[in-house]
Nanobody
Framework: QVQLVESGGGLVQPGGSLRLSCAAS????????MSWDRQAPGKERELVAA????????NYADSVKGRFTISMDNTKRTLFLQMNSLKPEDTAVYYC?????????????WGPGTQVTVSE
């Protein structure tokens, strides 16, 4: 059974930091592209950061470049998102995603999300 479970969200003041974690099970973690996405109230879900299988390369939304860092620990099957210099506009539910497409075989998994609130 595939499971992605996010943790580490919470309330933080502007300028603060949080580290999100996503524990994965039930699939071959190291062969998937992993990402963090977020959805703010009234807005569409957007990609925040992604890392290719086995940590080969990363990419970030322009809005978080220089502030957020995505990483993965294949031995612990865990994805991380270090978020620094947080802004109120970073407030959203953050989701962990795992995706792999091989030919016509498409696997796409999501966690339930963790709330991040940046406010005074």
């Amino acid at each position: 059974q595939v499971q992605l479970v996010e943790s580490g969200g919470g309330l933080v003041q502007p300028g603060g930091s949080l580290r999100l974690s996503c524990a994965a099970s039930g699939f071959t973690f190291s062969s998937y592209t992993m990402s963090w996405d977020r959805q703010a109230p009234g807005k569409e879900r957007e990609l925040v950061a992604a890392i290719t299988s086995a940590g080969g390369s990363t990419n970030y939304a322009d809005s978080v470049k220089g502030r957020f860092t995505i990483s993965m620990d294949n031995t612990k099957r865990t994805l991380f998102l270090q978020m620094n210099s947080l802004k109120p506009e970073d407030t959203a539910v953050y989701y962990c995603n795992a995706i792999r497409v091989i030919g016509y075989d498409h696997n796409d998994y999501w966690g339930p999300g963790t709330q991040v609130t940046v406010s005074e």
